[in-house]
Structure formats: C-alpha cells, structure tokens
C-alpha cells in the first residue's frame, strides 16, 4: 500500500501509522480469515459513522456542564430545593426518564462472571511483566501472602528478617489450618493436627494423632494429584472458589509439616482486567501498539516476560491450565484469571490513525476494533490457550455520561462484530458506573446494552472526581478524607447494587466494587474488603496478585450467592440521597488543616505525574503526607487535582499558597525519588512534569469533566518529542 510518509501509510482515506498498519498486517490479521483490504476499508467506514457521534456526545457533555455552571452560579450553595434541582436535571436532559422492570439478556457468558463471586484483579496491559503475572494472579500462594505482608504483624519474634523466619512461617501455617477449620471443616478434629492427607473411594482421608476423619461435607472434594494414598495435591471447592492443599515432604516448608503440607493454593483472581485506561500511559501509535501486541499475546497464549529479580533471570508465561482426578475422571480447571479488556472512554482521540480531514479518530474507536481484532484468536479458538469457553470477548468501557453514551457504545460494538465475522452480542460490556450521569441513570444505561451487559462496577474513584468536576461552582467542598462518608456516596454504592439484581445480573453478570488503594496496607484490606461482598458484589478490584490472594478468603466468609437473594427485591436510597452534593457546611479550617489538605493533593500528584511525564508509568505508588503508600493513577489524580481547583476556585487557598505547596512538594518527591537517573523538579521548577501538575490545578476548572488526560497527553508527547530530538 502506498505510503503517506515514512511514519505512515495512506489505507483508502485514513492516513495509518506505520507501526499499527504493520502490527495489523504481520501479527493479528494473519490466521483470521479476514482480507487487510477490507479490515481496513470496514474500518474507516466505522470511523466515518461513529467518529462525528462520539464528538457530538462530547459537545452534549460540555453543554451540560455550561448548564449546570450557570445554574449554580446563579444558585449558590448547599442545593436548598432538591425538586427544583432534580427538575432542572430533567429538564436538561441530565436525568432521562427510568425504563419500566426488564431484565438484562446477556448470554455465553463465562461462570467466572456470571456465577463464580471472587476477586477483580486490574493491571496496566502495557506492562508485560505485569500482565503475564496478573493473568496467572488466578491461583495464589496462601503461605506467601500472609507471611510476605503486614496481615501477619512484625511482633514478639516474628519479623520477617533477611532469611526464613520459622516462628512467622509458624504463624502463617497457624492461621492457614484455621482457615482450612473454618471452611472446609473435619468430622471430627482440626486440619492443624492432620498427619497425612490421602484420597480414598472418592473422599478426603485426614489422618489424625489416633484417628482417620473426613470431610464434614464430602461435596467439597474436587479432585486430587500424584498417588491417592499419598497425593502431592488436594483441592476441595467452597462458595465456589477452589482451594488446592498442596504437600511435599521434600520441600523446605513442607519436611516439617506432620502433614508435608507446604502450601495452600487459593483460587484467587477469577477474572482481570488488563487496562488500557487510567493505569497506562499511551500517548501515540508506539503506546497504542504495544498495549494492542500484549492483549493480542495474552490471547494467543504466548505472552512472555522477562523477569529479573532477586539475583536470578527467568521467563515469565502463561499457566497451563490445572489437571486434577477427580471421582467421576479428569477435572480441569483454568491456569489463568479470566480477562478482560479495559478500553479507553470517548474523550481522547489518537494520531495512530488519521480520517479522511486528516484528522486524529476517537481513541476508544481505535481500542474496540483492534482489542476485538486481538481477540479473534481466542474466539475462532486458534490460541495455545482459552481465555472465554464461552466464546465471549470482554470489553470493559470506561467513563461514560449517561444512556447516550452507552447505546453509542453498545452499537459501536455491534459494527466491530460485523466487521471481525463475529455473532451479535460476542463483545460483552462491563459498564464502569464511574461518572454521575450514569449513576443518575442506572437503569436506563443497563437498558442500552441489555444485550451484551456484562457488569456494572462501582469506579468510586472516578466518580468522586466528576462528582467534584460537576458541581464545581456550587461551592467548597469537604476534605477529601471525607468523601467516603457522605450521602452521595453511600447512596451510590447501594443503587449500583440494587439496580443491578433488579435488572436480573444475578447469575448473568458481575456487580463490582471499587479498587483498595492502598497496595502495602494488607491488615487492613483483610479487615474491611470483607465489606464489599457484603454488600452484594460479586467482584471487587485489587491492586496485585497478593492482594487478589487475600480478598478471595472474603468470598469464603461470605456468599455472595446468598447476601444477593437477601438484598433483592428494592432500592434502599433515592435519588435525591443520590444528587447530594457533598459541599461543606462550613470553610472554617484551621491554616493546619487547609495546608495539610493540599499538600496531600500536590505531593499525590506530583509523584504520580513525574513517573507518568518522564518514564511513560501511568500507575504508581506514591506516598501520602502520612507515608502510606497509595496506588495513584489518573481517576485519583482527577479527584486530587480538581479538589484543589475546587478550593483555589472558592477562595479556601489563594494561588500563592498553592503556588508555594507545589514548590514544597516537589522538593519532597524529588527526595522521595532521588536516585539514579531521575530528574529533580526543584530548584528550577521548570520541567515538563512540573508544568504539568500545576496546569492540571490551575485550569482544573477547564478540563472537560476535570479529566487529566488532555494535559497528561500532551505534556508526555512533547517530553518524547524532546528526548527524540535529543537523540536525533
Ligand atoms: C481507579 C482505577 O482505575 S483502579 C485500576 C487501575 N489500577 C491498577 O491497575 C493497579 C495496578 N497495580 C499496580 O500497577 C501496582 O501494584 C502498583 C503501582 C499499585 C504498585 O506497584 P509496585 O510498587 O511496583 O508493586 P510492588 O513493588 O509492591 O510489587 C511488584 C510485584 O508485584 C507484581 N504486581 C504488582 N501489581 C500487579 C498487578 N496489578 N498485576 C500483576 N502483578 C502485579 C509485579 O509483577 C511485581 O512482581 P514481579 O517482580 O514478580 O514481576
Ligand atoms: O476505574 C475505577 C475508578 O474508581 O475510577
Ligand atoms: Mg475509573
């Protein structure tokens, strides 16, 4: 085909970077059955229907929120006349007329999602390292978790020191048999005095000191491995999430262990999310490509990594899948965590491809056909592994404004099936419940998409960030600290789950809950994440594979099963609960308190956006002004930049006093970051990751929803452009 220029090539109108048009003709066209002509002439007639779409929905997005500016400057703060609000909301066509009772028709849909309840991992796509490990999240090590995190407190002997430390192994392998007590429970005695674990006429065998026991319920036995009488593995099933007693008494745990237990296996990830979205940061074609390259591998089932890591080099792959005998024959189960694509929402476009104006598409156009296209292996089922045995492609979409936004997705979807030969409705659609016109219209977005719906997840990060963004001009808001106990927010949690078993998700689909960002702080995870299959999830995001660990042991406390059946049946909040907006009473801070809030908000971003414009990191840990260690990534970013902006707006800070935190900030995450080959902001203060977290505070106000990816974007653009021509 001929060539545009050297970095691109011209495909009928659109003009096609060089590095996609080359990784879609060499790597994912190839083995499909679908001719490179028409993929790309089907292409640029989706971009011809769908690209002058989304930037009309982007016009309604930016109308609205004029609106709704005028409205609260005209009526400022606390909303004193919630119909007069509500009634303007209709008006405008903020909020749409609910849909009578229907329920959602989604079918082929995996058990990871429609029945088995367990944790969500998520993890940034173009990180192989990472993504391998994250789809291998499915199984965890019990003994490493608790014995490598603060779940087992450092205390009276057991530190976990330089080298193996018997009393925290001790501990670890104390509170494992506890588990294995609490829900797999013996007929009589407990797992810690278990001398042997055999198989025998299809049934557990536990020796005790001075008897044999069993099972209290036999149905839990799945399967074992090795010789029955002496099995190198056990795996019995609760709540639906398998759990593998592994024993080898030659292993360094296990030759101590009465049992030769040296471990217990959790199935802990059922489904990931690779993520195109806020946890990468993809600027331009070679981002995109790479991003595109890994989903592709991950289903093709050749993704590698290469891991260097405590004095050794290894190649990181994909799991087998697990093989066990069970009492009716062979029993296999999946080697990896069921995964999902998570593609970017409507408001960036991409120079990866350019229309027929010359103009840059709608990224999320781009990412729902070439995600599709690098699913098409594991659908035509060409790939050395199976990601859907049913035959489905998961496609999580991120950050959509009301029923509009998701019927525009949902059809958008169907063009890409058309496209790839694919039946209707193979795409599945998770709906991120992340901005405040969604969560306004739950219902009637579940509606739009009824069809292919595959969950509704609570991103409260997001959406405490457009819940800012949206009602900026009403007034100051509370502290930050704060958010999660205000009306809104709780009303929010409820609803989601509430409209969802309404809708008939039961059984169907996933009803999740957000992420704990607090990757280091694992006690507490254990303590209070139970709190999320409570109240009714079926999933709930985790920052890594221990964290994945840890959480699959509330899905055995709890379930969700049965908590679902309980909560059916009505809606527990109202709207008007819903559309409280959280201002604060009163803005009398203490100097204390208003620097304290800030400097939190400026040092967050400020680690975040360095990471982001310098080494293309678009998730980080980053210490808060207390040293706890918080994920960052662009929905927290959104909430701390536009706190500020909200504050600066109202007059709670003056821009000095912002001006003079960002100095101070940065001078504590340069320390933070010292070291080799990074870049200090101070003294000068002038470098492009500085520029960027200030203009994210100061036009705070001007970004569309109080997104940060316009600034992110270009600043890391020009900061590659920089380096390019540096080398040049
Ligand atoms: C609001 C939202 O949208 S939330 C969704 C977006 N957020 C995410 O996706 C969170 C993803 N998590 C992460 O990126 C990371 O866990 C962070 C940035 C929070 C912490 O990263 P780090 O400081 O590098 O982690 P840490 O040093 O503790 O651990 C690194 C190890 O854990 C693994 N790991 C950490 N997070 C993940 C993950 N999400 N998936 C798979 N593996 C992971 C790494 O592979 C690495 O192990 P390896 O050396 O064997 O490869
Ligand atoms: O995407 C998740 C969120 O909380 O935002
Ligand atoms: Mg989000």
Same mark, same amino acid.
């Given at each position: 085909?001929?060539?545009?220029?050297?970095?691109?090539?011209?495909?009928?109108?659109?003009?096609?970077?060089?590095v996609?048009?080359?990784?879609?003709?060499d790597?994912?066209?190839?083995?499909?059955?679908?001719?490179?002509?028409?993929?790309?002439?089907?292409?640029? +007639?989706?971009?011809?229907?769908?690209?002058?779409?989304?930037?009309?929905?982007?016009?309604?997005?930016?109308?609205?929120?004029?609106?709704?500016?005028?409205?609260?400057?005209?009526?400022?703060?606390?909303?004193?006349?919630?119909?007069?609000?509500?009634?303007?909301?209709r008006?405008?066509?903020?909020?749409?007329?609910?849909?009578?009772?229907?329920?959602?028709?989604t079918?082929?849909?995996?058990?990871?999602?429609?029945?088995?309840?367990?944790?969500?991992l998520?993890?940034?796509?173009?990180?192989?390292?990472?993504?391998?490990?994250?789809?291998?999240?499915?199984?965890?090590?019990?003994?490493?978790?608790?014995?490598?995190?603060?779940?087992?407190?450092?205390?009276?002997?057991?530190?976990?020191? +330089?080298?193996?430390?018997?009393i925290?192994?001790?501990?670890?392998?104390?509170?494992a048999?506890?588990?294995?007590?609490?829900?797999?429970?013996?007929?009589?005695?407990?797992?810690?005095d278990?001398?042997?674990?055999?198989?025998s006429?299809?049934?557990?065998?536990?020796?005790?000191?001075?008897t044999?026991?069993?099972?209290?319920?036999?149905?839990?036995y799945?399967?074992?491995?090795?010789?029955?009488?002496?099995p190198?593995? =056990?795996?019995?099933?609760h709540?639906?999430?398998?759990?593998e007693?592994?024993?080898?008494?030659?292993?360094?745990?296990?030759?101590?262990? !009465?049992?030769?237990v040296?471990?217990?296996?959790?199935?802990a990830?059922?489904?990931?999310?690779?993520?195109?979205?806020?946890?990468?940061?993809?600027?331009?074609?070679?981002d995109?490509?790479?991003?595109?390259?890994?989903?592709?591998?991950?289903?093709?089932?050749?993704?590698?990594?290469?891991?260097?890591?405590?004095?050794?080099?290894?190649t990181?792959?994909?799991?087998?899948?697990?093989?066990?005998?069970?009492?009716?024959?062979?029993?296999?189960? !999946?080697?990896?965590a069921?995964?999902?694509?998570?593609?970017?929402?409507?408001?960036?476009?991409?120079?990866?491809?350019?229309?027929?104006?010359?103009?840059?598409?709608?990224?999320?156009?781009?990412?729902?056909v070439?995600?599709?296209?690098?699913?098409?292996?594991?659908?035509?089922?060409?790939?050395?592994?199976?990601?859907?045995?049913?035959?489905?492609?998961?496609? =999580?979409?991120?950050?959509?404004?009301?029923p509009?936004?998701?019927?525009?997705?949902?059809?958008l979807?169907?063009?890409?099936?058309?496209?790839?030969?694919?039946?209707?409705?193979?795409?599945?659609?998770?709906?991120?419940?992340?901005?405040?016109?969604?969560?306004?219209?739950?219902?009637?977005c579940?509606?739009?998409?009824?069809?292919?719906?595959a969950?509704?997840?609570?991103?409260?990060?997001?959406?405490t960030?457009?819940?800012?963004?949206?009602?900026?001009?009403?007034?100051a808001m509370?502290?930050?600290?704060?958010?999660?106990?205000?009306?809104?927010?709780?009303?929010?949690?409820?609803?989601?789950?509430?409209?969802?078993?309404?809708c008939?998700?039961?059984?169907?689909?996933?009803?999740?809950k957000?992420?704990?960002?607090?990757p280091?702080?694992?006690?507490?995870?254990?303590?209070?994440?139970?709190?999320?299959?409570?109240?009714?999830?079926?999933?709930?995001?985790?920052?890594?594979?221990?964290?994945?660990?840890?959480h699959?042991?509330?899905?055995?406390?709890?379930?969700?099963?049965?908590?679902?059946?309980?909560?059916?049946?009505?809606?527990?909040?109202s709207?008007e609960?819903?559309?409280?907006?959280?201002?604060?009473?009163?803005?009398?801070?203490?100097?204390?308190?208003?620097?304290?809030?800030v400097?939190?908000?400026?040092?967050?971003?400020?680690?975040?956006?360095?990471?982001?414009?310098?080494?293309?990191?678009?998730?980080s840990?980053? !210490?808060?002004?207390?040293?706890?260690?918080?994920?960052?990534?662009?929905?927290?970013?959104?909430?701390?930049?536009?706190?500020?902006?909200?504050?600066?707006?109202?007059?709670?800070?003056?821009?000095?006093?912002?001006?003079?935190?960002?100095?101070?900030?940065?001078?504590?995450?340069?320390?933070?970051?010292?070291?080799f080959?990074?870049? !200090?902001?101070?003294?000068?203060?002038?470098?492009?990751?500085?520029?960027?977290?200030?203009?994210?505070?100061?036009?705070?106000?001007?970004?569309?929803?109080?997104y940060?990816?316009?600034?992110?974007?270009?600043?890391?653009?020009?900061?590659?452009?920089?380096?390019?021509?540096?080398?040049?």
């Amino acid at each position: 085909m001929p060539a545009t220029d050297a970095s691109r090539v011209a495909v009928g109108g659109l003009a096609v970077a060089r590095v996609l048009h080359d990784f879609v003709r060499d790597e994912a066209l190839p083995g499909s059955g679908i001719d490179e002509r028409e993929f790309w002439a089907g292409f640029e +007639a989706i971009v011809d229907d769908f690209a002058p779409r989304n930037r009309d929905l982007l016009a309604r997005r930016d109308e609205l929120q004029r609106q709704l500016d005028d409205w609260h400057t005209a009526h400022p703060g606390p909303i004193a006349d919630h119909a007069a609000y509500e009634q303007l909301l209709r008006d405008l066509g903020y909020l749409t007329d609910e849909p009578g009772d229907f329920q959602i028709r989604t079918s082929n849909v995996d058990p990871e999602v429609a029945v088995q309840a367990g944790p969500q991992l998520v993890v940034p796509l173009l990180n192989a390292r990472f993504a391998a490990n994250a789809a291998n999240a499915r199984w965890g090590s019990l003994y490493d978790a608790l014995y490598g995190t603060d779940v087992v407190p450092e205390t009276g002997g057991a530190e976990k020191g +330089a080298s193996y430390n018997p009393i925290r192994g001790a501990e670890v392998i104390a509170r494992a048999r506890a588990l294995l007590d609490a829900h797999f429970p013996l007929a009589s005695g407990s797992h810690a005095d278990a001398r042997s674990y055999a198989v025998s006429g299809g049934a557990v065998v536990v020796e005790l000191e001075d008897t044999t026991t069993g099972l209290v319920d036999p149905q839990q036995y799945v399967g074992h491995r090795g010789d029955p009488a002496r099995p190198d593995a =056990v795996l019995l099933v609760h709540h639906g999430l398998h759990v593998e007693i592994q024993v080898d008494r030659a292993d360094p745990i296990g030759k101590d262990d !009465p049992a030769g237990v040296k471990d217990l296996l959790v199935e802990a990830a059922v489904s990931t999310i690779m993520d195109l979205e806020d946890s990468v940061a993809a600027v331009d074609a070679y981002d995109k490509v790479d991003g595109y390259r890994n989903w592709l591998r991950l289903m093709q089932g050749s993704l590698t990594a290469t891991v260097a890591k405590d004095g050794r080099t290894f190649t990181r792959r994909l799991e087998p899948d697990r093989v066990y005998d069970g009492p009716a024959g062979q029993v296999v189960l !999946p080697g990896r965590a069921l995964l999902f694509v998570r593609q970017v929402g409507l408001l960036m476009t991409t120079d990866a491809v350019l229309d027929k104006g010359g103009q840059e598409i709608p990224e999320g156009i781009l990412d729902a056909v070439l995600t599709a296209l690098g699913s098409l292996v594991d659908l035509q089922r060409r790939g050395d592994l199976t990601n859907s045995r049913a035959g489905s492609m998961y496609a =999580v979409k991120p950050k959509m404004h009301g029923p509009l936004e998701v019927a525009f997705t949902d059809e958008l979807f169907a063009r890409v099936e058309d496209l790839l030969g694919l039946d209707r409705f193979t795409i599945k659609l998770g709906i991120m419940d992340e901005e405040r016109r969604t969560s306004a219209n739950l219902k009637a977005c579940i509606h739009a998409a009824r069809d292919r719906v595959a969950f509704i997840n609570t991103g409260f990060l997001d959406r405490t960030g457009d819940e800012l963004h949206t009602s900026m001009l009403g007034g100051a808001m509370i502290r930050k600290g704060e958010m999660k106990s205000t009306a809104w927010i709780s009303a929010y949690e409820a609803q989601n789950v509430d409209i969802g078993l309404e809708c008939g998700f039961q059984g169907r689909a996933q009803i999740g809950k957000g992420m704990w960002a607090m990757p280091d702080e694992m006690a507490a995870m254990l303590e209070q994440k139970v709190n999320h299959p409570l109240a009714g999830a079926s999933c709930a995001w985790v920052p890594s594979p221990t964290a994945a660990t840890l959480h699959a042991l509330h899905y055995h406390r709890v379930d969700v099963a049965a908590r679902q059946r309980e909560l059916s049946g009505g809606r527990r909040t109202s709207l008007e609960q819903l559309l409280t907006v959280p201002l604060a009473a009163s803005t009398d801070w203490t100097d204390e308190e208003r620097t304290a809030e800030v400097e939190n908000n400026l040092q967050g971003i400020l680690g975040y956006v360095k990471r982001w414009i310098d080494d293309g990191i678009g998730c980080s840990k980053v !210490p808060d002004i207390h040293g706890t260690a918080l994920m960052e990534d662009r929905a927290t970013c959104r909430i701390s930049s536009q706190h500020v902006a909200n504050w600066l707006h109202h007059g709670v800070v003056t821009a000095e006093e912002v001006e003079a935190a960002f100095e101070r900030m940065a001078e504590v995450v340069d320390r933070q970051n010292a070291g080799f080959g990074y870049a !200090p902001m101070a003294p000068a203060y002038d470098d492009e990751a500085f520029g960027a977290a200030r203009d994210l505070v100061l036009q705070g106000l001007e970004q569309p929803s109080g997104y940060t990816e316009p600034i992110l974007h270009r600043s890391r653009r020009a900061k590659k452009a920089t380096r390019k021509s540096a080398q040049e």
